[in-house]
């Protein structure tokens, strides 16, 4: 079967499900998308490592990053290989140097561990065109990662971007993550305008 490459997007609130999180991934010189519904911690591990922001202790995937490094052990790419009852299935590609392994995992911790190991994302022609979403143009694209009117003032708004950058860290040096990511949106925000 040829394999798809994928590229991540995008990260938000799933509207869907409560407490969720969906994270876009789009297909390489291609228009369709694969949103995927995560939880909180994973979608919190992977926008920590997108924003290459470091907490003050290693998280779960930070230290299998770190116990494979220390045996020589690479994943070499992660394939989303089933979709079966809404739920996405993965396989971590492992090399140690002799062998080649496949390892069962939950999408969001092999995408988790993508990140980390700068390993290529993969799916396959057939769950593109059962979970695939297609957009026509930008415009609705940028649509569905746009927050809803009613959102909330941030409790940010006040802060000088000197100040959020010092609060940003004291959240991490806490591992405070959910204040962090509030954070981080709200400079992102300053940053676009």
């Given at each position: ?101 496949h390892i069962d995992s939950r999408t969001s911790d ?84």
């Amino acid at each position: 079967m040829q394999k798809i490459e994928l590229t991540i997007l995008g990260l938000s609130y799933s509207q869907t499900q409560t407490n969720s999180y969906a994270l876009i991934l789009g297909e390489v010189n291609g228009k369709r998308r694969l949103p995927i519904v995560i939880g909180h911690f994973e979608a919190q591990a992977i926008a920590l490592e997108l924003e290459k922001m470091k907490p003050s202790r290693p998280l779960t995937h930070d230290l299998f990053k770190n116990f494979a490094d220390t045996f020589a052990i690479s994943v070499e790419e992660v394939i989303i290989n089933k979709f079966q009852e809404g739920i996405f299935y993965a396989l971590l590609v492992c090399n140690d140097g002799v062998k080649v392994q496949h390892i069962d995992s939950r999408t969001s911790d092999a995408i988790a561990l993508a990140i980390r190991f700068g390993s290529p994302i993969y799916t396959y022609e057939h769950i593109m065109s059962q979970a695939g979403i297609t957009y026509d143009d930008e415009e609705s694209e940028q649509a569905a990662f746009d927050p809803p009117l009613d959102e909330p003032v941030s409790e940010f708004n006040a802060f000088s971007l000197q100040e959020l950058e010092e609060e940003l860290q004291k959240a991490v040096d806490n591992e405070d993550y959910e204040k962090a990511s509030l954070i981080r949106d709200e400079i992102k925000k300053r940053n676009i305008l």
